[in-house]
């Protein structure tokens, strides 16, 4: 699964990528494995903190995930 990181959370986490392997059943539990990875993940990524979009469409965390999902966290208000 590809995991994209946009704007201020690109920035603040270091990271604009990921490749994850594992079985993700919903966005929730993506959300808690990423945010295993520290203290400013756990922040950045917490419900309320960051959207996130599966295959480029708006979701919530009990959207289903298969393997070959794109999910991409960024955060509420974007700059253009």
Known sequence: MKVLL???LRELLGCSELQIDGPYHHVADLRL???E???LWQEYLAPGKALVAVNQTL????HGLGPNDEVAFFPPVTGG
């Not at 979701?59 to 009990?62: E, I, L």
């Open 6 to 8: 946009f704007a201020q």
């Open 33 to 35: 494995a990423l945010q």
């Open 37 to 39: 990875k520290g203290t």
């Open 59 to 62: 979701a919530d965390d009990r």
